[in-house]
């Protein structure tokens, strides 16, 4: 009796303690960094001169994980190949390479640091989080021998992985994350032979952490949060902007609203090859973010995050669904929105209701301008079908946007600045998929904090007159059960084969013209 008493005693002073420990709210850092890159070169660096290197963005990176800390971060994340660089091939990634162990070895590097070889990074980055009591997110490379009775194993006898750690305020190992999607031109490494899901546990949260390319696919993105119910997500990125749908600071914020968690998402800091574009993003609204094209220094981000975000429910084709659609009258047009050919209505008046359709998606928008320019023109757009540039996966999108001049034509193009602002807006679609990320974006690529709301029907309405004008307001869908469905690949060969009838055309007109 004595003992089943101290027992209950025990497990219910262990319930306090854990209650007390957990904290509703946490501060949370990211940092852009303006990384330190290598020479161009085909012969590989020596490991010293490596290291030196990494060093040099190491020193950087120390500077914003200290200040971090002092302003009470409990958190830091830190770009996608922040610590070398990206212009590798897999010989000259190889001597920046570590090999990482998997968190389970209870491992302390800067404690430790000769348990599994020579791992200075590692050893660096343990320090930084136990000398400053915050945890840190950095993307590093990883490497492990592979057998010759593999069939899988590369001809060099090992596999080459980008990727995430996590250490704790004690400079523990506890979490490391090979990335799933490799982007095209990351030759240097290898994709893991599935997907893997790492989460772990903090008295502010649930964590997950994926990178960059990752965000556009289902796996492992979407299963940490719907199977794994993470609160917050870590994301190193080196994103490359391209507009008018899939810039950094609006597609990530985006993210984290149509998935309902924060989401943390430090980018490289390099405008020649147009990436910049980090933030703090909750499901209600950003809390900061950074975008800069015109500097080269890096930025540190900090905020306040619930540590268990609300999540809404979202019907995203009830509203749409429910309404009739308006008659067209033969005025669609067609244009190209990132290689997609989506379909198009000029917005004539100060105010309108128009409806415009893609194959299954039919996308309704109210509005009214504050005025309606001559010199620029809006359109609303719909795209339904197979993604197949950098990447293969299908599409929903609604999208009322500025064109690029007022031309037809230039509907779809890249387009930065505008100067017609709105008094309202409500778009919506008849989606079949309920993966759908709403985006508002301002001219000069700014973000549109508290401004506008998603209903639980589905409708993306603004909540006052926008702030500034707006570049595009966006309803952009995921149906990932659709990437390689028979349609869907059917589609893919018709496009691959257009393709290479143009390339031989193009190549016998070349024959003829030489």
Not at 165 to 175: I, M
Not at 249 to 263: K, L, P, Q, R, Y
Not at 358 to 378: A, N
């Amino acid at each position: 009796m004595i003992s089943s008493q101290l027992l209950a005693y025990v497990a219910i002073s262990a319930f306090c303690i854990l209650n007390v420990s957990a904290v509703d709210t946490f501060i949370a850092a990211v940092y852009e960094h303006s990384v330190i890159l290598p020479n161009a070169t085909l012969n590989p660096a020596s490991h010293e001169e490596a290291l030196a290197l990494m060093n040099q963005n190491l020193d950087v990176l120390e500077g914003a994980i200290t200040s971090a800390a002092k302003q009470g971060a409990h958190i830091i994340v830190t770009p996608e190949d922040g610590i070398y660089g990206w212009v590798f091939t897999r010989e000259t990634i190889y001597p920046y390479l570590e090999d990482i162990p998997d968190p389970q070895v209870n491992w302390i590097p800067c404690n430790d640091p000769s348990r599994f070889g020579h791992t200075p990074v590692q050893e660096r980055l343990s320090c930084l989080a136990k000398n400053n009591s915050i945890y840190v997110v950095a993307n590093i490379g990883d490497k492990k021998p592979c057998e010759a009775n593999d069939p899988q194993c590369p001809t060099d006898g090992r596999y080459q992985y980008n990727t995430n750690v996590v250490f704790d305020s004690e400079g523990k190992l506890v979490a490391r994350y090979h990335k799933q999607n490799i982007f095209m031109g990351e030759d240097q490494f290898n994709s893991p032979k599935k997907a893997e899901v790492i989460t772990f546990n903090t008295t502010f949260g649930k964590f997950g952490i994926f990178t960059c390319f990752d965000i556009l696919f289902h796996d492992p993105a979407v299963i940490l949060v719907k199977d794994f119910h993470v609160d917050t997500v870590l994301f190193p990125t080196a994103w490359m902007n391209v507009l008018p749908h899939l810039s950094a600071v609006e597609f990530h914020s985006a993210w984290a609203m149509g998935m309902g968690v924060n989401f943390l998402a430090a980018n490289i800091h390099h405008p020649p090859k147009k990436m910049t574009g980090s933030g703090i993003y909750a499901p209600d609204s950003p809390r900061a973010f950074h975008y800069d094209m015109k500097t080269e220094e890096g930025k540190l981000l900090l905020s306040l995050l619930d540590s268990h975000p609300y999540r809404s429910v979202v019907n995203w084709s009830s509203y749409a669904n429910s309404i009739e659609a308006l008659s067209t009258g033969n005025q669609e047009f067609k244009g190209t929105v990132f290689f997609d050919n989506f379909t198009f209505m000029e917005l004539k008046g100060v105010t309108g209701n128009y409806t415009v359709c893609h194959r299954d998606l039919c996308c309704h928008l109210s509005y009214k301008m504050s005025e309606k320019r001559s010199d620029e023109v809006y359109a609303l757009g719909a795209f339904d079908g197979l993604h197949t540039v950098e990447g293969t996966y299908y599409l929903q999108i609604c999208t009322m946007l500025k064109c690029g001049t007022t031309d037809l034509k230039t509907c779809g193009e890249s387009v930065e600045a505008a100067s017609t602002r709105f008094e309202m807006f409500s778009l919506s679609g008849t989606f079949g998929t309920q993966y759908v990320f709403p985006e508002v974006l301002l001219s000069e690529v700014q973000l549109a904090p508290g401004e506008f709301q998603v209903s639980s029907d589905g409708r993306l309405f603004s909540l006052k007159p926008t702030s500034g004008p707006v570049l595009t307001v966006t309803l952009f869908g995921r149906w990932y059960e659709k990437d390689w469905t028979s349609n869907a690949l059917s589609e893919l060969r018709t496009q691959a084969l257009g393709l290479l009838i143009v390339s031989s055309v193009v190549a016998f007109a070349l024959q003829q013209w030489s």
